[in-house]
């Protein structure tokens, strides 16, 4: 297949992380872990955990912050502003009308995207979307995840693999640059929610004294179900992207996935016939911060030298819903 012809392109990357820093010996402590049992079947050694006081709104608006910076744009240029995150500050308003309002994006139209760990692929093609039919000519993309918030930090299953952060990108119109989304591709399979998902607070199951008792407002997951899957999927989506994009794996520069696990991250790669030194991998800093892992590493990629004008780039995530994707871009 012929390479497309972008339509928006990046101009601008950013991230934000807590300072605090939680080893493994640090969840040791008060958990039935080790660090020997976390970095063998996961890869992470730390992630960052946001002080009480920091919201998700924080996280995103700073990371937005760093990437109008270097996109050179002005809060009221901002036409679309869609912040992904699965850890909304409050149900209602959407933590994109926070961030709206912290930024000061007067002009922008704001809203959330709630697709788990894919959130920022998805936005990113959303965002593409309204610039394609003419609607924007900047928009920001916001990845922010209090992770910390909705873990069950009793459950050593699920504990140990999460993290905090946002990032950020700016989307422009790319009017011929040649540089920009050149392909995405986007899925959704509804019957395997139950695989990860949390199961009160909402309008099913209402916040109530049992709901908090039996901690049926934090995240449940079958992880080895989710293993597979998550190779499946996201191996399938690399091979989509790519060749809508006209791509074979030997032009891809850099390979972004989404930073669950390194063992899922080097099956997929595998999957997807791209060598590990041409992988991203932060998981062993950071763990999985849901929606954010993606922007947080593509931003650490490009200031690393890793990711220059003219690099091949695929993005690929994975998560609750289930959710996944994939995107290649020309940087
Ligand atoms: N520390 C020590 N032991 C632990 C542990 C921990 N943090 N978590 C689980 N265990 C134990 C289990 O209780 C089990 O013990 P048992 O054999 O006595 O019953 C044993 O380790 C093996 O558990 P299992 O769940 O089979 O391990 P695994 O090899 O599948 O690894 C995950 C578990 C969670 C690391 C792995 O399934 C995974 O990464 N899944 C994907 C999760 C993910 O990425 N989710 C987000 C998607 S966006």
């Known amino acids: 297949m012929k390479t497309p012809t972008p339509i928006a392109e990046i101009t601008g ?51 937005a912050k760093a990437a109008m910076t270097e996109a050179g744009v002005e809060p009221g240029e901002v036409d679309i502003l869609i912040v992904s995150t699965a850890t909304p500050d409050r149900w209602l308003p959407s933590t994109a009308c926070d961030i709206q309002a912290v930024l000061g994006c007067k002009n922008a139209v704001a809203f959330d995207l709630m697709a788990a760990c894919t959130g920022h692929i998805y936005a990113l093609s959303m965002a593409e979307g309204y610039i394609a039919a003419g609607r924007a000519e900047v928009a920001l993309v916001v990845a922010a995840e209090k992770m910390s918030a909705i873990v069950d930090w009793s459950d050593r299953t699920t504990a140990v693999l999460f993290g905090d952060g946002g990032g950020a990108a700016v989307l ?63 191996a399938e989506a690399c091979d989509i992207a790519m ?27 595998k999957y997807a016939g791209i060598p590990m030194d041409k992988v991203f991998v932060n998981v062993e800093k950071y763990g999985n911060m849901s929606s954010a892992t993606v922007p947080v590493a ?29 995107m290649a871009l020309r940087m």
């Open 243 to 269: 060749n809508k994009a006209g791509l074979t794996a030997n032009d891809i520069d850099l390979l972004v996935p989404h930073q669950a696990n390194i063992r899922i991250i080097e099956a997929t790669a």
């Open 298 to 326: 593509f931003d650490e990629a490009r200031e690393q030298g890793r990711v220059v004008p003219g690099s091949n780039v695929l993005t690929v995530a994975f998560g609750a819903g289930l959710t996944w994707g994939a």
């Open 172 to 234: 422009r119109p790319c009017n011929g640059s040649g540089r920009g989304i050149l392909s995405s591709h986007l899925q959704s399979d509804g019957n395997l929610a139950d695989l990860l998902y949390r199961p009160g607070g909402g309008a099913i199951d209402p916040v109530s004294q049992s709901v908090l008792d039996e901690g049926r407002h934090l995240m449940r997951m079958h992880g080895r179900e989710i293993f597979k899957n998550a190779v499946r999927s996201m």
């Open 13 to 63: 990357t950013g991230r934000f992380l807590p300072d605090n820093i939680v080893t493994n010996d640090d969840l040791a402590e008060k958990l039935d872990t080790s660090d020997e049992w976390i970095h063998s079947r996961t890869g992470i050694s730390e992630r960052r955990i946001a002080p009480d006081g920091m919201f998700t709104a924080h996280l995103g608006a700073e990371a």
